[in-house]
């Protein structure tokens, strides 16, 4: 290989280089740490993610442990509106509902009441659960049906992660509700439900 190397200072000009004009050798820029390119990409995924936000709708639901908390948690996370309903004292099977989360507190501390205005607030409402629906879950879907809202029941005991997604893709493009009520199975009831849902939400590619 051949290397050209010219002093400036003493050029003399009127024998020019044969291998043209001499440029300046550009500086390499440090290659970005793995701690900076992980952090330029949380940062892509949140940004990607607030775009859709901005555009799409306000999630709601009651605070309980598992897939109501894990709703809350992902809309925080994607940047979304989020809010609802909780019973008097903020009452939760783990305890009352941390300040963090922009829920309204009703004078009832019955778990039926706040279901039912959750219900009654929203658009359409979101269902998850591992099997059939049983309890307040089972109750609900009831609600939904009585106060004729849409309800999508997504059981990933049936319909793995991919295709649950898929299918909620489709119903929310299809509905385009202002405010979504999500509930579902508590932690207690089934550990796994929290995760699931959480994942399957931050995944979602929202309606525009």
Known sequence: MLHWCCDLSNANTSHPSPLGPHKPARAKAARPSWRQRLSRRKLGLRQRFTHHAILVMKIISGGQTGADRAALDAAIALDMPHGGWAPKG??????PLPRRYALHELPSPRYRDRTEKNIVAADATLLFSFGPLSGGSALTEALAIRHNRPCLHIDFELIAGPKAAIMVEKWLQNLRPEVLNIAGTRASSEP????AVY??????RWPR
């Open 90 to 95: 903020r009452k939760t099977e783990d305890g």
């Open 192 to 195: 796994r439900i929290y995760q």
């Open 199 to 204: 994942a399957l939400l931050t995944e979602l």
